[in-house]
């Protein structure tokens, strides 16, 4: 298979860093956007870990952050207030085919691995949370022709999400028992943070220069952390260019450089007791979003025949542009991604990729892999300033009797495929 590679090799000295913050959450444990206990009190244990023997200097605290601007900007009320309850009859999105534009950059031989978080720096270098079926996870960055891995501590196996601002500066967040970590990556090591649990466990959610967790909401300033609170705990955050969203429990805000601008989420007009899950948020430019989720109720009526009620399971888009919000619905999908030219890509089905172009047209392509194999996309990651976007998981020969362990195929081999632009 072309680019097939084995285990990345180990680099003797690595450089000064540390980074942005991104999370998405599409599969487990990594990429399903999960709501879990905020931080209302921060204390942190820090940890100088590493290569080599020299002191690197100390990194700007993530859990002593200085304070958010926080201008009182004026709340957009949701226009529609309502959207149409979804029809009887599933109105699915039915994109046209079109040449594949993607191509297999880099596959791992091992089987049981996979790719479960990803970012990618205007330098082109990408950081990625590398996993296998024993749960343990493991930082990597690529420099364009390889991966080197960029070990945690010992004590430190699961990561939620990566970030990264250079080669030389990243910081991944995970969780450790019950309690969360920060881990910054600096002068070839990392320095670790503890954040402890508040009721329940850790999540957090990462983009560009931002990290959230519960209410919370840090920025990397390019110096500094600033934090601010939001009214609303979080379950998806995304940047592009200088806007960011953050969703979460029928509620949205957006950073305007400012401060946090409130912004109206139309009710669903489904039923009041519904479950709804926020799964994702793309920003495609300045006041432009998707908002992704699902929403499951009990349907009112005859039951099964176990006396089981009947569940409703209805996924869903929301478009936000010029001050108004669009509801589709039907339109599933646990990860979303920019596409740098007002469009998007989205992860919808087992080896196809879907795009909206900035004109509403949609399409599908195929990823480069065998005819019937499975492929598990698990993150999306567009190159800042520009059209190249990278896709990241895994994929192997379909075998219903392999099962996923700990998020990651049993069959599977990780995997990442890239887009130059092409369409």
Known sequence: ????????????????????????????????????????????????????????????????????????????????????????????????????????????????????????????????????????????????????????????????????????????????????????????????????????????????????????????????????????????LASFGTETWAVGASAAARWDGGGWQRIGMPSLGVPGDADVLWDDVAVLGNRHAWVFGRASWEEAGPTRDDNEPWIVDRSFGLRFAEGTWQCVWDLATWEAEPDGEDGMWLAAADDELWHLSGDGRWTRQRLPVPRGWSVSVHELALRPGTTEVYAVGSAGPKDPSARALNGVQVKGSAMMWRLSGAR
């Open 1 to 236: 298979m072309p680019g097939t590679a084995g285990p990345p090799e180990k680099e003797t000295a690595m450089p000064a860093a540390r980074q942005a913050a991104v999370e998405q959450i599409g599969i487990a444990p990594l990429a399903v956007r999960r709501v879990a206990a905020g931080l209302a009190v921060l204390a942190s244990l820090s940890t100088a870990c590493g290569s080599g023997t020299h002191t690197a200097p100390a990194p700007t605290s993530f859990t002593s952050p200085g304070p958010l601007p926080a201008g009182r900007l004026t709340p957009v009320f949701a226009d529609p207030e309502t959207c149409p309850g979804p029809p009887r009859e599933r109105s699915e999105i039915r994109p046209a085919a079109v040449p594949s534009g993607w191509e297999t950059l880099w596959a791992e031989g091992a089987q049981g691995t996979a790719l479960l978080d990803a970012t990618v720096t205007a330098d082109g270098t990408i950081w990625a949370a590398h996993a296998d079926t024993t749960g343990r996870h493991v930082p990597w960055r690529w420099n364009g022709s390889r991966w080197t891995p960029a070990e945690l501590p010992a004590n430190l196996s699961e990561i939620q999400t990566v970030a990264a601002e250079s080669k030389d500066r990243a910081w991944v967040f995970g969780k450790r028992g019950n309690d969360g970590y920060a881990a910054s990556y600096e002068a070839g090591r990392w320095r670790v943070e503890s954040i402890p649990g508040q009721g329940g466990w850790p999540s957090f959610s990462s983009s560009g220069p931002w990290v959230a967790e519960h209410e919370l909401t840090r920025r990397w300033n390019g110096g500094a952390w600033q934090a601010g609170r939001l009214g609303f705990p979080v379950q998806a």
